[in-house]
């Protein structure tokens, strides 16, 4: 499996509002951390995740984290 392209060292800090969201795993999005398509000529794929009310959390940007879409902190061993 070939590795995805760090699009940041740091996680994405957003708000979002309740609904279904679309992470990019690629890292090619030019819409980071969300999908745009993007990785149609690669083997990723883009994760679901649905958040329940208004929050703020961070998206991982290196696309290592064992807790996708969330940060975990392995930007930092990168």
């Given at each position: 499996m070939s590795e995805p392209v760090i699009a940041q060292k740091a996680p994405y800090p957003v708000e979002l509002e309740p609904g279904s969201y679309w992470w990019c795993a690629c890292g090619k999005s030019q819409n980071q951390p969300?999908?745009?398509?993007?990785?149609?000529?690669?083997?990723?794929?883009?994760?679901?995740?649905?958040?329940?009310e208004t929050t703020k959390v961070y998206l991982c940007g290196c696309k290592h984290s064992s807790d996708k879409p969330f940060c975990d902190g392995s930007h930092n061993k990168l």
């Open positions: 969300f999908c745009d398509g993007s990785h149609k000529d690669t083997e990723f794929t883009p994760l679901k995740f649905e958040i329940t």
